[in-house]
C-alpha cells in the first residue's frame, strides 16, 4: 500500500481492516471499490486523546459505521496512544481499523514530541505563542492518509478531533485550514469520490468537550493525553494542562492517574 504499508508497522494483522489487506488489483478496478463503499461509512481519525475520543462518539452518532485511522509519527508516547486507540476501537466496536506510522515527521523533526533534544515544555497556558510541541503541517499529512483510505473503503466522511479556540493554537487547528483541505481533497480525488471533512469539536471549549463526552458516554477513562510520559500522565506539559482545566472547570473527575 505505498507509503502506508501496515507491514513495515509492527502492528498485529488483527489490528488492520480486511479491505487493507487485499491485493493490487483492487486498486485498479473501480467496480471492486464500489463494492467496498458501504451506505454511510465515516473514516474518523482516532489518535487515542480525549477530543479524538469525543469526536468518535459524535461520529458515531451521525454514521451508519466507522473505520478508524490511527497515525504514529514517531511521538515520544506513540505506544501508548496506539494502547489507547486500539482501546477505543474496541470499546466503540470497530472492526475497519488502519494503524499508519508517518515516520517521516519524526525525521523531518522540528517538534518536541518528534525531537528528544528538544524538551517538552512546562505548560503555559496563557502563552499566545505556537508551542514547541506543535509538529509542523501534521495534520496535512494525517488527512492526506484519511483521504486516500475514505476514497479506497467509500467513505464519505472524515472526522478529525481538531480544536482550535481553546487549545495550544496550532496553526493546522484552525478552521480555515480544514476548508481550504476540503477544496484540496475535493480537487485531487476522482469526480465520483465525495469525502466532507467534519470537524465537530473544532469551536467548542475544552471543558465543553468534556461535558459532551460525558453526555455521550464516551470512554475518556481509555484516553491518552499527555506528551511525554506514557505510565502516569505528567500533570505539567500543555496537553495535561488542557485536559485538567477542562474537567476543574466542568467539575469531573478525570478518570486517568497522574504522577
Ligand atoms: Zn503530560
Not at 475497519?96 to 523531518?108: G, K, M
Not at 487547528?173 to 480537487?187: I, K, L, M, N, T
Given at each position: 500500500?505505498?507509503?502506508?504499508?501496515?507491514?513495515?508497522?509492527?502492528?498485529?494483522?488483527?489490528?488492520?481492516?480486511?479491505?487493507?489487506?487485499?491485493?493490487?488489483?483492487?486498486?485498479a478496478d473501480s467496480s471492486l471499490i464500489a463494492h467496498h463503499s458501504s451506505l454511510?461509512?465515516?473514516?474518523?481519525?482516532?489518535?487515542?486523546?480525549?477530543?479524538?475520543?469525543?469526536?468518535?462518539?459524535?461520529?458515531?452518532?451521525?454514521s451508519g459505521e466507522l473505520a478508524?485511522?490511527?497515525?504514529s509519527y514517531g511521538q515520544r508516547t506513540e505506544a501508548r496512544e496506539r494502547r489507547a486507540f486500539l482501546e477505543l476501537a474496541d470499546f466503540y466496536g470497530v472492526r475497519?481499523?488502519?494503524?499508519?506510522?508517518?515516520?517521516?515527521?519524526?525525521?523531518?523533526g522540528g517538534s518536541s514530541l518528534t525531537d528528544p533534544s528538544i524538551p517538552v515544555a512546562e505548560a503555559d497556558l496563557a502563552s499566545r505563542e505556537i508551542p514547541t510541541s506543535y509538529v509542523p503541517f501534521r495534520n496535512a499529512h494525517l488527512l492526506a492518509a484519511a483521504t486516500?483510505?475514505?476514497?479506497?473503503?467509500g467513505a464519505r466522511r472524515i472526522y478529525i478531533g481538531?480544536?482550535?479556540?481553546?487549545?495550544?493554537?496550532?496553526?493546522?487547528?484552525?478552521?480555515?485550514?480544514?476548508?481550504?483541505?476540503?477544496?484540496?481533497?475535493?480537487?485531487?480525488?476522482r469526480p465520483t469520490t465525495h469525502v466532507?471533512?467534519?470537524?465537530?469539536?473544532?469551536?467548542?471549549?475544552?471543558?465543553?468537550?468534556?461535558?459532551?463526552?460525558?453526555?455521550?458516554g464516551a470512554p475518556l477513562q481509555l484516553t491518552w493525553s499527555c506528551y511525554q510520559a506514557e505510565e502516569k500522565a505528567c500533570g505539567r506539559c500543555d496537553s495535561c494542562a488542557l485536559r485538567l482545566r477542562a474537567f476543574r472547570e466542568a467539575g469531573i473527575e478525570d478518570p486517568i492517574e497522574y504522577a
Open positions: 500500500m505505498g507509503g502506508f504499508d501496515e507491514k513495515a508497522f509492527d502492528s498485529p494483522a488483527d489490528e488492520v481492516e480486511e479491505s487493507v489487506e487485499t491485493g493490487p488489483a483492487d486498486k454511510d461509512l465515516a473514516v474518523c481519525l482516532v489518535s487515542g486523546g480525549m477530543d479524538s475520543c469525543v469526536t468518535a462518539g459524535i461520529a458515531r452518532e451521525e478508524f485511522l490511527h497515525v475497519r481499523r488502519l494503524v499508519v506510522s508517518l515516520e517521516h515527521l519524526a525525521r523531518i486516500s483510505w475514505s476514497e479506497v473503503v481538531a480544536v482550535a479556540e481553546d487549545s495550544s493554537g496550532y496553526p493546522d487547528c484552525r478552521p480555515e485550514f480544514y476548508e481550504a483541505f476540503q477544496r484540496v481533497v475535493d480537487a485531487g480525488t466532507e471533512i467534519r470537524t465537530p469539536v473544532i469551536h467548542m471549549r475544552k471543558t465543553e468537550i468534556v461535558r459532551r463526552g460525558v453526555e455521550l
